[in-house]
């Protein structure tokens, strides 16, 4: 099984509004006793009553119509007298975080985008309301396939976070989780592993037993994981399912990554009837979130169907596997490294079933993709070891199946 694909939406996980002594950040009210936002009230006050129903509705998982109430929240700046700017990079940000959880990408990032500029103008470069809308948008731009843009963004956003330590933890814990995963995709296990460590301890200062403490343990896990070191990675991902299900419920959508790289190592260690159950159970959450066709079950279709491929269930990953492939393939407008690892396990597939030149087709559709978005990811080495083994069975070039593995090689080398 893939041993980096688990990156497809860890980036995904929001995190908690920053809070700031000229924005104060509304509290959380209880779901049955949040006042009704009427339209008589003043229009800040409707955004922030809104904006306090929007949270009640995140934490029980409910995007959909979290994203409602923002957006209702964010027309209020066209009212007279309009709310304060201040307090709608907030709005933004929120919103743009609900979008994320719909697999709205693109509208996610033009939120993050405008949060950015708003906090900015409004509170000052250095605040923190714009460094977390910074890493919220390099999220996005991850997901869409544009690294150097992630990598900008995510270094001039902890750069700010540390100089407002220490109240900006919460927040420096989730950039240095995402400059994990960014130098994960890069092959540096050694720096993933050290910024993966940090987010841990800055985190356990400000927010141990909360989900944005989970987030981080989940995080270390995955470095652990991509190391092949099951038995230090198991147990921080049993610690952060334990928590999220007790903070937030066993049907809450940000349990679903969690689950998905632990049945990464159920698949590794050959325990596939655990494997399925874990893949199982997040594409169920995952589908409830965005529906059978949304970006995010796709993502989790494709993990599912690689347990099935590697515990030799064809008929199960054919019904699955294709579809997924097909909605990612939708989806980006841009090559990206997640979808070109999913065709390459497209590709697994069709070489399985004896489809020759379909699965060198989609090696090849694969590969180019790899070149164009992430050319030192060790997912191109895996698909190049995979293509080197189709044309080594097809009789190919021995000159071929060489250079593919070298170049194979010179990836993984820096995969340690």
């Not at 009427?38 to 800040?44: A, D, L, N, V």
């Not at 129903?53 to 409910?62: K, V």
């Not at 079950?297 to 064809?314: E, M, N, P, Q, V």
């Not at 697994?348 to 489809?355: D, E, G, I, M, T």
């Amino acid at each position: 099984m893939d041993l980096l694909l688990f990156l497809a939406v860890r980036l995904i996980v929001p995190g908690t509004a920053p809070e700031s002594a000229n924005v104060p950040q509304p509290a959380l009210a209880n779901p049955t006793t949040a006042p009704a936002c009427s339209t008589m009230i003043q229009p800040e006050a409707r955004v922030r009553c809104l904006n306090r129903r929007a949270l009640d509705e995140e934490s029980g998982g409910d995007f959909a119509a979290a994203s409602r109430n923002l957006e209702e929240a964010d027309r209020l700046w066209q009212a007279q007298p309009p709310p304060p700017d201040a307090l709608r990079g907030i709005i933004l940000s929120n919103l743009g975080e609900m979008y994320q959880q719909l697999g709205r990408w693109r509208d996610a990032g033009d939120c993050f985008q405008r949060a950015m500029e708003v906090s900015e103008r409004t509170l000052g470069h250095d605040d923190v309301h714009v460094a977390y809308a910074m890493v919220r948008l390099a999220s996005v731009e991850s997901m869409l396939g544009d690294p150097s843009r992630t990598e900008e963004l995510l270094t001039t956003a902890i750069s700010m976070e540390r100089r407002a330590m220490p109240g900006s933890a919460v927040e420096l814990a989730s950039a240095l989780g995402f400059m994990a995963m960014l130098e994960l995709q890069k092959g540096d296990h050694d720096k993933a592993r050290a910024l993966a460590a940090e987010g841990v301890t800055v985190a356990e200062r400000k927010s141990a037993n909360t989900p944005e403490y989970a987030a981080n343990l989940t995080t270390l896990a995955g470095v652990y994981i991509v190391a092949k070191d099951s038995a230090r990675a198991l147990p921080l991902l049993n610690r952060a399912i334990e928590m999220l299900e007790r903070q937030l419920g066993p049907e809450h959508p940000r349990l679903a990554q969690v689950l998905m790289d632990r049945a990464l190592i159920y698949d590794t260690d050959g325990k596939c009837a655990l494997a399925e159950a874990d893949g199982l159970r997040a594409v169920a959450i995952l589908t409830r979130e965005g529906g059978p066709n949304g970006i995010n079950t796709a993502w989790a279709k494709t993990r599912l169907s690689g347990f099935y491929l590697d515990d030799g269930r064809i008929n199960e990953a054919e019904e699955i596997l294709p579809a997924a492939v097909e909605t990612q393939r939708r989806f980006y407008d841009r090559p990206n490294w997640r979808v070109a690892a999913s065709i390459a396990e497209l590709a697994r597939l069709r070489a399985v079933q004896s489809r020759a030149a379909e699965a060198e087709s989609l090696y090849r559709e694969s590969l180019a993709m790899f070149d164009e978005s992430a050319p030192r990811n060790p997912e191109a080495a895996r698909a190049m070891r995979g293509y080197a083994d189709l044309l080594r069975a097809r009789g190919a070039s021995k000159r071929e199946i060489s250079r593919l593995m070298s170049k194979a090689r010179s990836i993984q080398s820096t995969d340690n």
